[in-house]
Every structure is written in structure tokens, then in C-alpha cells.
């Protein structure tokens, strides 16, 4: 239990900083903003109906928000199974409480 406790601190840290770190950077898409940062820049509807090509540039920041949003999601899903863990520990212990190592 007191890996479980330890590991979920330390995601939920890296998840906070993560995410302040994706809301600083821009890539200079007008639809980003301090709200939609958890979105990928494919989310965002063009008002362009025709299709201009981007600027390669702006091409390599924008895959390079979308790995770190990957992986903010990534890290938001691993907080969520450690959570689970952690309460099923937790209801374990509440229930028996003899001290056994979980595994």
C-alpha cells in the first residue's frame, strides 16, 4: 500500500506540472488557449473550408504538444488504475485488518 500511496503521488505531481507546462507552450494555433489544452490540435474545426498546408514549423510544435497531451492522458490513466489499487488496499486492510504485504 505504501508503494501504491507513493507511485500515485508522484503521477499526480507529474500530471499537475505536465499540464501547467502544455498550458505555457504555444504553438501558435489561434484555437489554443489556457482551457483547451488537453485538446489535440486535430480537435480544433479549420473556419478554412479549403485547405492550405501548414507551415512545417508549426507542423513539429504541434506534434510535439500532442505527444506531451498523449501523455498527460497516459499518466491521468495510470492516476486512475493507482487510485483503484489504492482503495481496493485500503477496503482490504479495513476488512482484515492482520498486516499482510500486497502484492
Do not use: C
Request: glycine share 0%; net charge positive.
Amino acid at each position: 500500500m505504501l508503494i501504491v500511496s507513493v507511485l500515485l503521488v508522484v503521477f499526480f505531481f507529474t500530471f499537475k506540472s505536465l499540464a501547467s507546462y502544455i498550458k505555457k507552450i504555444r504553438t501558435g494555433d489561434p484555437n489554443e488557449s489556457d482551457i483547451t489544452y488537453w485538446m489535440f490540435s486535430y480537435d480544433f474545426k479549420s473556419p478554412n473550408k479549403d485547405w492550405v498546408p501548414e507551415n512545417k514549423d508549426l507542423l513539429v510544435k504541434k506534434r510535439a504538444r500532442n505527444f506531451l497531451v498523449f501523455i498527460l492522458y497516459l499518466i491521468a490513466f495510470v492516476i486512475f488504475l493507482l487510485l483503484n489499487s489504492f482503495t481496493s488496499h485500503l477496503l482490504n486492510f479495513i476488512v482484515n485488518p492482520q498486516f499482510s504485504y500486497p502484492i
